[in-house]
């Protein structure tokens, strides 16, 4: 497994989320997500412009074991896809935190009230997970 990023939050469904400066948050799944999963073979992206709710499905990935839901950590609007991930969805595999980064949202709500945790709260949920 690659080192979980300091500069990242997390939340309970596997999602990570990096603040930009400006204001957009890019999301993706946690290396522990894409472990779990397996090869991946596709990626299902939702479309710019696209309204998305807080824990609502935001895109569908697929490995050879089985199709899972991505959810958006926030609610908001979709300003950017990685479409790369169309040709090469192995890259969430390989790269989890950097290439295979799945969307960019521009939050229509506070960040600082949605439910997201520090890399150490995430590392401890994990190691709950692994007891």
Do not use: C, F
């Not at 993706?28 to 472990?35: E, K």
């Not at 600082?112 to 007891?131: G, V």
Request: net charge negative.
């Amino acid at each position: 497994m690659s080192e979980m990023p300091g500069d990242l939050e997390y939340t309970k469904e596997h999602e990570w989320l990096r603040r930009e400066d400006d204001g957009s948050v890019t999301v993706g799944i946690t290396d522990h997500a894409q472990a779990q999963l397996g090869d991946l073979v596709y990626v299902e992206l939702p479309e710019i412009d696209q309204e998305l709710e807080a824990e609502g499905e935001m895109a569908v990935v697929e490995s050879v074991k089985a199709a899972s839901d991505v959810y958006a950590p926030v609610s908001g609007v979709v300003v950017a896809v990685n479409h790369d991930l169309t040709d090469d969805p192995e890259s969430i595999n390989t790269d989890p935190y950097g290439d295979g980064w799945i969307v960019r949202i521009q939050p229509s709500d506070d960040l600082d009230s949605a439910d997201l945790m520090s890399p150490d709260e995430y590392q401890a949920m994990l190691d709950e997970l692994d007891a």
